[in-house]
């Protein structure tokens, strides 16, 4: 395969995929953008999330990722509390109504999966998986 078309192929895996997000976020009426279901989906997991652990884990600037957590809070999706490991910064935690909403991308998330991974056998998804996190590590170098 050559190189353009590899890039072509990953082109459009990604965008195709991130069309559909965007659809469905938008047919459940949220006044979010996919990145901050992102954001909810790392704070709703990482225990004692601060805005530095998300900067570091979405490879942003803490400028845009305290955009997205205002937003979030503004829309009381999440909300900040005292960091009981350093005073210095805060806590981020996710509220019931920001649950409801990581519950509902949950199961959207579920039903994009197997509508990407129809036709597609585990071995497939496991080589998959191998060579896609191989190929982000060596974009991260």
Same mark, same amino acid.
């Given at each position: 395969?050559?190189?353009?078309?590899?890039?072509?192929?990953?082109?459009?895996?990604?965008?195709?995929?991130?069309?559909?997000?965007?659809?469905?976020?938008?047919?459940?009426?949220?006044?979010?953008?996919?990145?901050?279901? $992102?954001?909810?989906?790392?704070?709703?997991?990482?225990?004692?999330?601060?805005?530095?652990?998300?900067?570091?884990?979405?490879? $942003?600037?803490?400028?845009?990722?305290?955009?997205?957590?205002?937003?979030?809070?503004?829309?009381?999706?999440?909300?900040?509390?005292?960091?009981?490991?350093?005073? $210095?910064?805060?806590?981020?935690?996710?509220?019931?109504?920001?649950?409801?909403?990581?519950?509902?991308?949950?199961?959207?998330?579920?039903?994009?999966?197997?509508?990407?991974?129809?036709?597609?056998?585990?071995?497939?998804?496991?080589?998959?998986?191998?060579?896609?996190?191989?190929?982000?590590?060596?974009?991260?170098?």
């Amino acid at each position: 395969m050559s190189d353009r078309k590899s890039l072509e192929s990953l082109f459009h895996l990604a965008h195709s995929l991130k069309r559909q997000m965007h659809d469905h976020i938008e047919e459940m009426e949220l006044d979010i953008a996919p990145m901050h279901v $992102r954001v909810l989906k790392i704070i709703n997991i990482k225990n004692r999330c601060t805005a530095i652990d998300i900067a570091h884990l979405l490879n $942003r600037d803490k400028a845009q990722v305290t955009r997205l957590l205002n937003t979030l809070i503004k829309q009381g999706y999440i909300v900040k509390e005292p960091n009981p490991d350093d005073k $210095r910064s805060q806590c981020l935690r996710i509220t019931a109504d920001g649950l409801k909403i990581t519950n509902q991308i949950t199961n959207i998330d579920k039903k994009m999966f197997e509508l990407l991974s129809k036709d597609i056998s585990q071995e497939e998804l496991e080589t998959f998986d191998r060579i896609a996190s191989k190929m982000a590590r060596n974009l991260a170098k």
